[in-house]
């Protein structure tokens, strides 16, 4: 039986919706409390089985890659002061034994393009692909997971679906799901009339390798790019794909307001400062 190892991670964005943040600094870089949202989705990738994360990235955005590398100058003063929890955080942000490949997306030509530049790494596996400035939250089994364990079962590709209020359709790719979870339809950015369901595409992904082939061929499409959504719809017609219906947490951190949510929420969940914090939201309510 075929495991999945490989996790693409486009992150090649200009990040557009959260300018200023976003001018000199990439969005995948903003911290959620302390940890920046690459590093979550490296780790939501980890605690799903996954050793292999392909970053697909731009040649403005190095600091994605530092963040995984060793910094030695940093590393020698923590361990000189004996500064060993603070060591350890500098140096585990990558999970151990996990190796990051970065591949460039010269051109922002869509989110299809950038998964297509994973192919010379990916080549004949089958692979995940998290979206990362979304970040999802599931207190057992996170989202990835959830379409590893989908796929350990039905060894065919699994997107990960959450209903969203009938009017936010627009916003996202939106799939039909038949009453065996087989998806029979993707459409991206819909209007509301055109919408199979109101089940949208969160931003995990399980594919076939077949994939690959179906993004070469692949025309513009919706905002003039490589759509992933239309790549999906013709596979649909070659390969039964599965839509796993996430009960957890999602978060859209492109998003300014969705952002800030979740920060509130990763705020009161944490170990340390949670407890403090929730007291700080709550004496900050009386005025
Ligand atoms: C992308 C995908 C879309 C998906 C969304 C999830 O859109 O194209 O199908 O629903 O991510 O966040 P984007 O948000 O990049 O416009």
Redo the contacts with the bound molecule.
């Keep these: 039986m075929m495991s999945v190892n490989f996790a693409v991670i486009p992150a090649a964005?200009l990040g557009t919706r959260f300018l200023p943040a976003t001018k000199a600094m990439p969005k995948e870089m903003l911290t959620l409390v302390d940890k920046p949202l690459i590093q979550y989705v490296v780790e939501e990738a980890y605690e799903a089985g996954i050793d292999t994360v392909v970053l697909v990235t731009h040649a403005a955005k190095p600091s994605l890659e530092n963040h995984f590398d060793r910094q030695f100058e940093l590393e020698t003063e923590l361990e000189l002061k004996n500064k060993l929890t603070l060591l350890g955080l500098a140096r585990n942000t990558l999970p151990q034994g996990m190796k990051l490949v970065s591949v460039r997306q010269g051109k922002a030509l869509g989110?299809g393009h950038a998964v297509a530049c994973a192919a010379p790494v990916v080549q004949d596996n089958s692979f995940a692909v998290l979206?990362p400035?979304?970040i999802c939250y599931h207190r057992q089994r996170n989202a990835t997971a959830q379409l590893v364990a989908d796929f350990a079962h039905h060894q065919v590709s699994s997107i990960a679906l959450q209903a969203v209020e009938p009017s936010a359709v627009t916003?996202?790719?939106i799939a039909g799901l038949n009453h065996n979870s087989e998806i029979t339809q993707l459409i991206?950015?819909p209007n509301i009339e055109q919408a199979p369901s109101n089940l949208?595409?969160?931003?995990r992904y399980l594919f076939t390798p077949s994939i690959f082939a179906e993004l070469a061929q692949t025309q513009r499409g919706v905002g003039g790019e490589i759509?992933?959504?239309d790549a999906m719809h013709a596979l649909l017609n070659k390969e039964t794909m599965r839509g796993v219906v996430f009960d957890g947490e999602v978060h859209?951190c492109?998003d300014k307001l969705g952002y800030l949510a979740a920060t509130l929420t990763f705020a009161k969940r944490h170990p340390e400062l949670g407890e403090a914090f929730s007291q700080l939201i709550s004496s900050m309510n009386k005025y």
């Design positions: 964005g989110l979206l400035d979304v916003k996202y790719g991206e950015k949208a595409v969160l931003g759509q992933l959504t859209d492109g």
